[in-house]
């Protein structure tokens, strides 16, 4: 997760979707609180804009304490799962996919009426970053990865004494 003094600086003002340092993020909630002894998988959502959720979420003062904002683009967020009862953490930092929430995607969906991605079985969250991104920013050709290796070609000396006589 990302440290962000305040995500409501970093509002989209022609969608209401999160950008920060020229690429889309997201706001959900790290540490959720269950019944353990119900507990399957976690039902609370993640969300792409700052929709009705959020706005009920910081009517009651819940909203700065609670979210956190990730770049994570697969769906799947770090989680801590605690027992709503004792307060004792059942498991931390695990992995598990989340669901967009639909309050976001109504709100999307009227701002981008043409695209049917915003339609909830039809949501994919690589596809929204792929089209929605910050289109201005430019990134680097390479990544710390794929980056070539800096050599000389085998005929560097004669280059550079032809390069050197003129």
Request: glycine share 4%; aromatic share 16%; net charge positive.
């Amino acid at each position: 997760s990302l440290d962000i003094e305040n995500i409501k600086d970093h509002i989209n003002p022609l969608d209401g979707t999160f950008d920060y340092k020229g690429q889309k993020v997201i706001l959900y909630i790290k540490q959720q609180r269950y019944h353990i002894q119900y507990f399957d998988e976690p039902t609370y959502k993640y969300h792409l804009c700052y929709c009705s959720t959020l706005e009920q979420m910081e009517a009651n003062n819940r909203f700065n304490s609670r979210y956190v904002v990730t770049q994570r683009v697969d769906g799947e967020f770090l989680i801590d799962i605690i027992d709503k009862y004792t307060g004792k953490y059942h498991e931390e930092d695990a992995l598990y996919k989340l669901n967009v929430c639909k309050n976001c995607l109504n709100n999307l969906r009227s701002t981008y009426p043409h695209d049917s991605l915003f339609y909830y079985g039809r949501f994919e969250l690589e596809k929204f970053l792929e089209v929605y991104n910050t289109k201005h920013i430019k990134k680097p050709k390479f990544s710390e990865k794929t980056i070539p290796k800096d050599r000389y070609s085998d005929d560097w000396k004669d280059i550079s004494k032809k390069i050197r006589k003129m």
